[in-house]
């Protein structure tokens, strides 16, 4: 593992991240808090207290939505918006919009709260320009990239900002770079993706194959973190357990779904979720490099390379059972659906 500096500090110092000293202050005389509280939590620069926006595509082969809305409603996250696009083999955005919305009311009905309408997002893959300069790429001006325009000038604080968690192809974070630089001020991109090699890792399946120009875009320009480590998610509901989930719109849900998730191990692409949400998650973090930019029939984004005080972090390992444990203990307890909420309602 290459030696870490602490992430707050590879954070302050990485390239284009305004951090000022003026800009804390200015924050600090607006509220009272603790600035010790401002320091990331874990071995990344983002943890639970940051919000969460997420982008994947189909809704049917992992529980990255489980576990958003899971912790959106146990004291984990708070989940600012939800972008629904296509890619890999969920290429029909009618049946993605539907899925991600079956979800969405399977958790209301239940009475979860902090469960945002999901967005359609229609941009397609973007396209290398011939002289290669991310600025002369020609942007698609997207649903998902206004979203994460607008949630990031709402949402974003110098010291927290928006995390975009994706489990998809990166098509709309780059769209919203090249449509207005300064949003990669704002939000910090935590993506479940690509494999690790003896350098470091690729931007390549599951998900870094989708859009390769954009997947160069992304890590080059924002505060990235790549996820490249995965679990078997057939354990976090096992169909032995089934019986037990609660009689609700959730746990039908959760219970129609489970014979449907993939078996793959790199299909589980909530593991960006889990790594932020999850302290103990990412067990082994690297720091990392850009590699070269991919040419223009490249089928993969750049490489990480391992590189103490690089700007990138790279998540080479995962702890899953705590996680595991959290999604069985969210989904089963009556406090997630409100049963102990003051006011009684939903």
């Known amino acids: 593992?290459?030696?870490?500096?602490?992430?707050?500090?590879?954070?302050?110092?990485?390239?284009?991240?305004?951090?000022?000293?003026g800009a804390l202050c200015a924050a600090a005389c607006a509220e009272t808090r603790d600035l010790g509280t401002t320091v990331p939590r874990g071995n990344l620069p983002v943890d639970?207290?940051?919000?969460?926006?997420?982008?994947?595509?189909?809704?049917?082969?992992?529980?990255?939505?489980?576990?958003?809305?899971?912790?959106?409603?146990?004291?984990?996250?708070?989940?600012?918006?939800?972008?629904?696009?296509t890619g890999g083999n969920s290429t029909d955005i009618n049946a993605n919009i539907a899925?991600?919305?079956?979800?969405?009311?399977?958790?209301?009905?239940?009475?979860?709260?902090g469960v945002p309408d999901p967005i359609t997002s229609l941009g397609p893959p973007l396209t290398r320009p011939a002289d290669g300069q991310f600025a002369s790429t020609s942007p698609n001006h997207s649903e998902g990239a206004q979203l994460i325009l607008e949630t990031s000038s709402h949402?974003?604080?110098?010291?927290?900002?928006?995390?975009?968690?994706?489990g998809g192809r990166l098509t709309d974070l780059a769209d919203a770079y090249l449509i207005d630089?300064?949003?990669a001020q704002r939000v910090v991109v935590v993506s479940s993706l690509g494999s690790v090699t003896a350098s470091g890792a690729a931007m390549g399946p599951p998900n870094g194959e989708m859009d390769p120009w954009a997947d160069a875009i992304v890590?080059?320009?924002?505060?990235?973190?790549?996820?490249?480590?995965?679990?078997?998610?057939?354990?976090?509901?096992?169909?032995?357990q089934l019986g037990q989930l609660p009689d609700n719109a959730f746990g039908d849900w959760l219970r129609t779904k489970q014979p449907g998730i993939w078996s793959l191990p790199q299909a589980a692409d909530q593991v960006g979720v889990l790594a932020v949400a999850v302290t103990s998650f990412a067990a082994t973090v690297e720091a990392v490099s850009i590699g070269s930019v991919p040419d223009g029939g490249s089928a993969v984004g750049p490489d990480l390379v391992a590189h103490q005080g690089g700007p990138a972090w790279l998540v080479t390992k995962v702890a899953s059972?705590?996680?595991?444990?959290?999604?069985?203990?969210l989904a089963t307890s009556?406090?997630?659906y409100g049963s102990l909420r003051k006011d009684g309602g939903p």
């Open 155 to 166: 949402l974003s604080l110098p010291y927290r900002p928006l995390v975009v968690v994706t």
């Open 334 to 336: 009556p406090a997630t």
């Open 219 to 240: 890590a080059s320009s924002y505060r990235f973190v790549q996820v490249s480590a995965f679990y078997d998610q057939l354990t976090d509901v096992p169909a032995s």
């Open 48 to 85: 639970a207290r940051n919000p969460l926006l997420l982008m994947n595509d189909g809704a049917y082969d992992n529980w990255q939505g489980e576990y958003a809305v899971l912790l959106a409603n146990g004291g984990g996250v708070s989940l600012a918006g939800i972008i629904v696009n």
């Open 181 to 183: 630089p300064t949003v």
């Open 1 to 21: 593992m290459t030696a870490l500096r602490p992430a707050w500090e590879r954070w302050r110092r990485a390239p284009g991240v305004l951090l000022a000293l």
């Open 99 to 113: 899925g991600w919305r079956g979800l969405v009311m399977a958790a209301r009905a239940s009475g979860m709260q």
């Open 321 to 329: 059972g705590e996680s595991t444990r959290l999604f069985w203990q």
